[in-house]
């Protein structure tokens, strides 16, 4: 038998189901029972029910679908893909910044960890800023740990956002995916669409002719006419896209890389499968987090 066959009876022994992130190498993706953006895959671990999730993605994905489902097991094969930008909001921050803003309401970036998210009033993934910040009553908002994100959010709202921290971003989008990145494939492909995710600096979102989560990519490359795209966003959406429209041009920014992203790989799988270890997060923290959670999957149904 080879690993990928052992793979699948581990799989079936387990009553497992494959969620995988858009960003993920092609060997794995090609693994997947569902592959999608964060939004998306949190709804499919809200709906399985496999005993076992393996998530392919990053910490917090993992933590979510942990929350989501307090009597699964969730399997993150690499338990060293952490997200660096989830990192960059401690939990004890949000709590200062409420005290410094009594009147405001939280909305924090799913791409954060499950401590922070238990402070929050609200959740957004990269499908729902504006929606999720127009919400709520509150005239300010709190908003992080993605600058950019938030800048995107400030531009399609008439409420005040107030970012916390100030200076969180995605390396990936904000120092390996450059204007001059962007225009250099703009010279070679002119007839091509740009597709740009809001965590993309402000001047790149400038450029792009929409700017979209990874689950509004598929939408956009499936509804526009157009055949060529520049895809400003991980270099590995790309196979994404093209496997679903192998007639149409995605090119990807080459430099764009998340390497957590990239830490799963077959042979990880198989090992998680064969000795799992389920991520835990703490039952207090996770009650306390599933609610803005919860309430963003309710409001963005
Ligand atoms: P999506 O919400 O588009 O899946 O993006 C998640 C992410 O980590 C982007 O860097
Ligand atoms: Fe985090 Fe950026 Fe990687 Fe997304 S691409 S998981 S935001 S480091």
Redesign the pocket.
């Known amino acids: 038998m080879d690993g990928i066959n052992e793979i699948l009876a581990l799989k079936r022994d387990l009553n497992a189901v494959f969620l995988v992130h858009n960003?993920q190498p092609p060997e794995v993706q090609d693994l997947a029972d569902f592959c999608g953006d964060s939004l998306e895959l949190c709804r499919h671990a809200q709906e399985t029910d496999a005993d076992y999730i393996l998530f392919c993605?990053?910490d917090f994905m993992a933590e979510c679908a942990a929350i989501l489902n307090p009597d699964k097991k969730v399997l993150l094969p690499d338990r060293e893909a952490r997200?660096?930008?989830?990192g960059m909001l401690p939990a004890e921050e949000v709590r200062k910044a409420r005290e410094e803003h009594p009147d405001a309401a939280v909305v924090l970036y799913i791409?954060t960890l499950a401590e922070a998210k238990a402070e929050a009033d609200l959740v957004c993934t990269s499908a729902n800023p504006v929606e999720m910040v127009d919400a709520l009553k509150e005239r300010t908002v709190l908003f992080g740990p993605?600058k950019n994100l938030a800048w995107f959010a400030q531009k399609h709202t008439r409420k005040k956002i107030v970012r916390v921290p100030d200076d969180g971003y995605?390396?990936?989008?904000h120092l390996r995916l450059l204007r001059k990145d962007v225009e250099a494939l703009k010279a070679a492909h002119p007839n091509a669409v740009v597709l740009a995710h809001p965590?993309c600096n402000p001047d790149v979102q400038e450029i792009a002719d929409r700017v979209l989560g990874t689950g509004g990519m598929m939408h956009a490359a499936h509804e526009l006419r157009a055949r060529e795209f520049i895809v400003a966003t991980?270099k590995d959406m790309c196979y994404r896209l093209k496997k679903a429209h192998p007639h149409k041009e995605f090119y990807p920014v080459e430099s764009a890389v998340?390497d957590?992203?990239k830490k799963h790989t077959p042979f990880k799988i198989h090992e998680a499968l064969s000795s799992p270890e389920p991520v835990r997060v703490e039952r207090h923290i996770a009650k306390k987090a599933l609610r803005p959670i919860q309430r963003m999957l309710e409001l963005s149904e």
Do not use: I, L
Request: glycine share 6%; net charge negative.
């Open positions: 960003y993605g990053v997200c660096p930008m989830a791409n993605d995605c390396y990936t989008h965590e991980e998340c957590q992203m």
